[in-house]
């Protein structure tokens, strides 16, 4: 599918092929909708960010903890299940396995909510290392850096979904 494309679907068509870029959300495609036509994804994707940031603090939270802990053994998303094993997550040995979950945890216990980095962008070592970084930060900074990455993540699923075709 193209930028083109998804313009002239129908409302719950539209919503439905962006229901998932962020993760559980159908929300932020519906907050879109009415904003056609885009010329490029780039349009598209700032548009559904500032979706996003318009939300209230309680939208930020459900938006935040709609994703999953990662490397965990569950049932994931299609998006969320490509991501993880793009960092090999889905192939990590027992100890390793051990170690997302004890961070997780810790993280969850710290904070209220999972863990979340666009894993596209890094390796597990690299997750690793942001992990334990992060436990440090306030609240208030994870928040803000969840909504960052949730972002990101958002970009990349519409890099995969729609080329960078502009309008004619």
């Not at 193209?2 to 919503?15: A, G, H, I, M, Y």
């Not at 938006?63 to 490509?82: E, K």
């Not at 863990?115 to 992990?131: M, N, P, Q, S, Y």
Request: aromatic fraction near 6%.
């Amino acid at each position: 599918m193209d930028v083109q494309t998804l313009n002239k679907c129908d409302r719950s068509e539209f919503v439905r092929v962006l229901g998932e870029i962020f993760e559980h959300s159908p929300w932020v495609a519906e907050g879109v909708v009415d904003d056609r036509p885009f010329a490029a994804r780039a349009d598209l994707h700032g548009a559904m960010v500032a979706v996003v940031r318009r939300a209230d603090p309680e939208a930020h939270l459900t938006l935040i903890r709609a994703h999953p802990d990662l490397g965990a053994r569950v049932r994931l998303s299609t998006s969320s299940t490509a991501e993880q094993a793009s960092a090999g997550l889905d192939q990590m040995p027992e100890a390793e396995f051990q170690r997302f979950h004890d961070l997780n945890s810790r993280y969850r216990e710290r904070f209220g909510f999972p863990f979340i980095i666009a894993v596209r962008d890094t390796t597990r070592a690299g997750i690793l290392e942001a992990f334990e970084r992060r436990l440090g930060n306030s609240r208030d900074e994870e928040i803000r850096t969840a909504l960052e990455q949730i972002e990101r993540i958002a970009e990349i699923r519409l890099e995969q979904l729609l080329p960078a075709i502009a309008l004619a």
